[in-house]
């Protein structure tokens, strides 16, 4: 088994004759790491998860050359279903929660893909990480607070025990306690089920926080990449990136 659970080599997406949106980046993810990606309005990060995904083609984007493995297999031509399978989830993912079911019912969702006899364990799993959710488990989706929300999303992706975890924009909208609650509990759930989390952030400074390394994508080419320690003193990530200086 390979060090690496992600691998994009090269890679450039395009949008019709726009020009590239991604132009030949590579970077890999170590299993276990949390990783960052950073990254100004429109500088690629969503065209970036959607290429990992599989989602991309639904947004008019297509991969004009590259390659992504995940776990050692070639994915860029598989569909987002078959990725999912191999162990990929991403969270929140399109209108975050289903507001008219239940939060258990919400979470039977993610765990379909479980074999039976392991669901009932994957429910308690996701209670003991995010009791809130058990304290609500019978009450109606669409009316948790936002910041339930997102912990609900992020046990439904998490319930299947994904090999890596997407975690797209997470502080938006949320006050900056829940922000650093949630990111907190997502640290100890990493550390605890060994999961790969690759984490989206347009806060620079929530996300050095809590990442190991991070990536900044910078008009669709990686413009730093570093551990967030190097990153955090690093002069030229604080002019550029971080506002400061
Ligand atoms: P944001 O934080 O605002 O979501 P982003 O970093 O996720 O930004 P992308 O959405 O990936 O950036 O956009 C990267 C570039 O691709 C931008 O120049 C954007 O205008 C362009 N782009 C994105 N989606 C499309 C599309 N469907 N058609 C044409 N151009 C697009």
Do not use: C, W
Not at 33 to 46: D, F, H, P
Not at 73 to 80: F, I, N, S, Y
Not at 121 to 142: D, M, T, V
Not at 201 to 211: D, F, I, S, T
């Amino acid at each position: 088994m390979s060090d690496t659970i992600l691998d994009i080599r090269e890679l450039s997406v395009g949008y019709g004759r726009k020009g590239l949106a991604l132009d030949s980046v590579s970077f890999s993810i170590p299993r276990h790491a949390i990783v960052g990606l950073l990254g100004a309005n429109g500088a690629g990060k969503t065209t970036l998860i959607r290429s990992i995904t599989g989602l991309l083609k639904i947004n008019g984007g297509h991969v004009v050359s590259g390659s992504v493995a995940f776990d050692g297999q070639p994915v860029l031509g598989l569909p987002a279903h078959k990725r999912v399978g191999l162990g990929l989830a991403q969270s929140p993912e399109g209108r975050m929660v289903f507001s008219r079911m239940t939060v258990e019912e919400n979470l039977m969702v993610g765990a379909a893909m479980l074999p039976r006899s392991r669901q009932d364990e994957g429910l308690s799993s996701i209670y003991r990480f995010f009791p809130r959710l058990k304290e609500r488990h019978r009450q109606i989706a669409g009316l948790l607070s936002g910041g339930e929300q997102q912990m609900l999303a992020l046990g439904r992706a998490l319930i299947s025990r994904p090999k890596l975890l997407l975690v797209d924009e997470l502080s938006l909208g949320l006050a900056p306690i829940l922000v650093n609650e949630i990111y907190g509990e997502l640290g100890r759930i990493a550390r605890s089920l060994g999961t790969t989390m690759l984490v989206v952030e347009q806060n620079a400074h929530v996300a050095l926080k809590y990442v190991d390394t991070i990536h900044v994508l910078d008009r669709g080419s990686i413009g730093y990449s570093g551990t967030a320690e190097e990153a955090a003193g690093s002069e030229a990530m604080k002019r550029a990136y971080l506002g400061e200086g």
